[in-house]
């Protein structure tokens, strides 16, 4: 009788929970709270030198990718998700994400009333699940069909219906009819964060988070995760770079110069419908540039942290698991922190007399505050090994907790 082979290499992240999503989840996360709190020194004529300098590195990099990144995540949560919930038929798993993703657009649509500083992304992410649930029966070829058209014709299209509506745009109707189809129009196409760009980002999630269980399950995903973070940052660097020189040589492009408009944000769709509009990656544009850069930024993040914390046998130490469980309660961090900037926004916005803006309402130094809060947040839930409180009310109230294996990485 031979003795049985050695488990192979990979064998400590063959099974559980994929650890650099978490991870991923938090650098978003904490992206986007530097978009808030740290960005806007950029154009602070009160501000420091120092600080306005880092609110302008922050602008152009973190601001326009960490959100992209949290919602092509979401579509990595979903796969993990329903892989936890194998056991369940088809039925009860898309009832599943369909509460889910009501919830996440309740909590959000909750959150607006605060009146902060900040475009939440929580009703907008929640309507994307929603539309992006059914692709999860699709092979992975007709999901990257539908991610191709979208990414090539998705944000032209927004462009020409956004220009249709500014000139024909009326007052707005009073009845409760006008309200309703105006709400359901921004997200789909006219919010900040349209439908018809985050489900595509959701998409491209599902596809990478096949890929990387498939990898897991083969033994191939250190090289996966290295094509990933390598690859990523290399087409997001040349995407940047290349917006850059437009940016600041438009005539040798024979292109108008539109200033900081071409290159500071679309607030969800290209600036234009020039063809040109759709070509230069524009923050928070939806356009085919820069989508294919936020995704490739998006990659690298997924495969430095997979591929450090997943791909290799790592210690658990009650380090990693603070910034784990901070990670794997994305919804209770992102509203705590939504909360906190809106009631002290509000509070400074009251005592100011508009020279200035208080420390405790944005910049650096209420921005460690806050990251110091998202870890000990973590910490508490690792320490008790508890889930956190508003992703334990989702898994309870849409089923999913009483379907998951103990392997799912369940967030929203």
Request: a positive charge.
């Amino acid at each position: 009788m031979t003795a049985p082979s050695a488990p192979p290499k990979t064998a400590p992240s063959a099974v559980g929970r994929i650890v650099g999503i978490d991870l991923a989840r938090l650098v978003a996360i904490v992206g986007m709270m530097a978009a808030h709190l740290i960005a806007p020194l950029g154009s602070d004529s009160g501000a420091s030198s120092v600080d306005q300098a880092l609110g302008k590195v922050i602008g152009a990099t973190v601001s326009s990718t960490s959100a992209t990144t949290f919602a092509v995540l979401g579509g990595v949560s979903l796969v993990l998700l329903t892989r936890g919930m194998r056991d369940a038929s088809t039925g009860r798993m898309l009832l599943s994400i369909l509460l889910r993703g009501i919830l996440i657009a309740l909590i959000g649509t909750l959150l607006l009333p605060l009146d902060g500083p900040i475009s939440v992304v929580l009703t907008y992410y929640g309507a994307a699940m929603i539309i992006a649930a059914p692709a999860l029966l699709l092979p992975s070829w007709g999901i990257a069909i539908v991610v191709t058209v979208l990414w090539l014709f998705g944000g032209a299209f927004n462009a020409h219906v956004r220009a249709a509506l500014a000139a024909s745009l009326q007052a707005p109707g009073a009845d409760a009819g006008a309200e309703i189809g105006g709400a359901v129009r921004d997200l789909l196409l006219t919010g900040h964060y349209p439908a018809i760009t985050w489900v595509a980002y959701m998409l491209t999630g599902i596809l990478i988070a096949r890929m990387l269980l498939a990898a897991r399950a083969g033994g191939g995903l250190r090289a996966l995760c290295s094509r990933l973070a390598i690859g990523g940052l290399a087409v997001y660097l040349l995407i940047t770079l290349a917006g850059r020189i437009v940016r600041m040589r438009p005539a040798w492009f024979s292109l108008p110069d539109l200033g900081e408009m071409m290159l500071s944000s679309g607030f969800g769709a290209p600036i234009g419908t020039d063809l040109w509009m759709l070509l230069i990656p524009t923050p928070h544009s939806g356009n085919p540039a820069d989508m294919l850069r936020t995704v490739a930024g998006a990659c690298f993040v997924v495969g430095l942290l997979v591929g450090i914390f997943d791909a290799r046998s790592r210690s658990r130490g009650i380090a990693l698991q603070t910034v784990r469980a901070a990670g794997a309660a994305p919804l209770t961090v992102y509203t705590a922190h939504v909360v906190a900037t809106a009631t002290l926004y509000n509070l400074a916005m009251a005592g100011t007399d508009g020279t200035g803006t208080p420390w405790y309402a944005r910049g650096t130094a209420v921005f460690l505050v806050q990251l110091a809060g998202v870890l000990l947040i973590g910490l508490v839930l690792a320490l008790l090994r508890r889930r956190g409180p508003l992703e334990a009310l989702l898994g309870w109230l849409s089923g999913s907790s009483r379907a998951r294996s103990t392997s799912a990485a369940v967030l929203p």
